[in-house]
């Protein structure tokens, strides 16, 4: 699975769409239904941005020189309730949201990331 993601994003960051659009990464690990009307799960994340809203975000880190890092993950927006140049990744509770917030701030990246937008089939 994780060599079909790396195939994937390759593919994606070579094309001349989407392009890359800079954003800060957040996790949150509440138990609830998104705005949606779906009950959280892995693979959901949130965006204040309207345009983002039932679309796949795939999220790479953005490091300190501005250069695209690691594929971080694929995450369909399904939630609402945060600002607009965040993407909010739910997690299953408070150690993996941590997990993630270190991922995103390895390396001196301090939260910023790449996204591209992607329309979802469902």
């Known amino acids: 699975m994780v060599e079909i993601l790396a195939m994937l994003s390759?593919?994606?960051i070579q094309?001349?769409?989407p392009e890359l659009v800079e954003a800060k990464a957040t996790a949150y690990c509440l138990q609830n239904k998104t705005a949606s009307g779906?009950?959280?799960?892995?693979?959901?994340?949130?965006?204040?941005?309207?345009e983002y809203?039932?679309?796949l975000?795939?999220?790479?880190?953005?490091?300190p020189d501005g250069s695209v890092g690691e594929l971080i993950g694929i995450y369909e927006?399904?939630?609402k309730g945060c600002a607009k140049t965040v993407i909010d990744v739910w997690t299953e509770d408070i150690d993996k949201a941590q997990d993630f917030?270190?991922?995103?701030?390895?390396?001196?990246?301090?939260?910023?990331?790449?996204?591209?937008?992607?329309?979802?089939?469902?």
Do not use: H, T
Not at 38 to 50: L, Q
Not at 57 to 63: D, E, G, M, N, T
Not at 116 to 122: H, I, M, N
């Open 10 to 12: 390759a593919m994606i």
């Open 15 to 17: 094309s001349a769409q």
């Open 38 to 50: 779906e009950w959280v799960r892995d693979g959901i994340c949130a965006s204040g941005n309207p």
């Open 53 to 55: 809203f039932g679309k």
């Open 57 to 63: 975000i795939i999220v790479y880190q953005r490091l």
């Open 77 to 79: 927006c399904k939630d």
């Open 101 to 122: 917030m270190d991922r995103v701030y390895e390396d001196g990246c301090k939260g910023n990331i790449y996204i591209q937008v992607l329309e979802s089939d469902g």
